[in-house]
Structure formats: structure tokens, C-alpha cells
């Protein structure tokens, strides 16, 4: 990550900064044509761990890093 990913997390907030994660992991998906089942599958996380942090941008932070 450069200096300019790195200061523009800086003004974040937490959630906002979770919600643009969650963002990123679903367009990624879509890029590779994964289901979320498969998306969880690969990630050893459960269906409804993806489906939680998808809608209300939770996630412990090992599943996070699962990612």
C-alpha cells in the first residue's frame, strides 16, 4: 500500500472505512464470478459471517484477513 492509500484511511471512520472494505470484496467477487457461498467457502468463514459484514459491515478480524 503507498503513502496515498495509507493517508486516505486516515480521515475514515471505522465504519465508513469497513464499508468501503466490504465494497471492495464484493466488486472483487463479482470480478471473479464467485457466489457469496463460495466467496465464504474459500475464505473458511460461514455463509451468514459474509452475508453480515456484506449488510452491516461486521466481521471479526480474522475474517476479515480471510479475505
Known amino acids: 500500500m503507498d503513502n496515498d492509500n495509507i493517508l ?7 465504519n465508513t472505512l469497513m464499508q468501503s472494505i466490504a465494497e471492495g470484496v464484493k ?6 464470478n464467485w457466489t457469496q457461498k463460495i466467496l465464504a467457502t474459500k475464505a473458511g468463514i ?4 459474509y452475508r453480515r459484514f456484506k449488510s452491516h459491515s ?3 478480524l ?6
Open 8 to 14: 486516505a484511511l486516515i480521515n475514515k471512520t471505522p
Open 27 to 32: 466488486q472483487r467477487r463479482l470480478e471473479l
Open 62 to 67: 480474522l475474517g476479515l484477513v480471510r479475505f
Open 58 to 60: 461486521e466481521i471479526s
Open 46 to 49: 460461514p455463509l451468514a459471517t
